[in-house]
Nanobody, 121 residues
Framework: QVQLVESGGGLVQPGGSLRLSCAASGSIVSIYAMGWYRQAPGKERELVAS???????NYADSVKGRFTISRDKAKNTVYLQMNSLKPEDTAVYYC???????????????WGQGTQVTVSS
């Protein structure tokens, strides 16, 4: 069993900041990559930011320069620091991890339950 537990969402005014956290736990052999996706009402889920197995980072163009993803491998945790938030950042944010479970040969995707971020005055 693997769990991804997110925290840190909430309501913030435009221009404000939030920090999301996601901790992976359970029968994990190895985590290859972690990232954040978001889904706004009526829209498809989209990549926000991700880390690669070589610790490179990728960002959606819409968040470059405002959001920063970081990962604590010792804690199996990924963070998303979100600054200069805009109303269009409003969405449910989902944590994603590509990992290998004990007893399973191939890595696969796992998802958190999602955390709401609302940017509004």
């Amino acid at each position: 069993q693997v769990q991804l537990v997110e925290s840190g969402g909430g309501l913030v005014q435009p221009g404000g900041s939030l920090r999301l956290s996601c901790a992976a736990s359970g029968s994990i052999v190895s985590i290859y990559a972690m990232g954040w996706y978001r889904q706004a009402p009526g829209k498809e889920r989209e990549l926000v930011a991700s880390t690669t197995p070589t610790d490179d980072t990728n960002y959606a163009d819409s968040v470059k320069g405002r959001f920063t993803i970081s990962r604590d491998k010792a804690k199996n945790t990924v963070y998303l620091q979100m600054n200069s938030l805009k109303p269009e950042d409003t969405a449910v944010y989902y944590c994603n991890a590509v990992l290998q479970r004990i007893g399973v040969l191939t890595p696969r995707d796992y998802w958190g339950q999602g955390t709401q971020v609302t940017v509004s005055s």
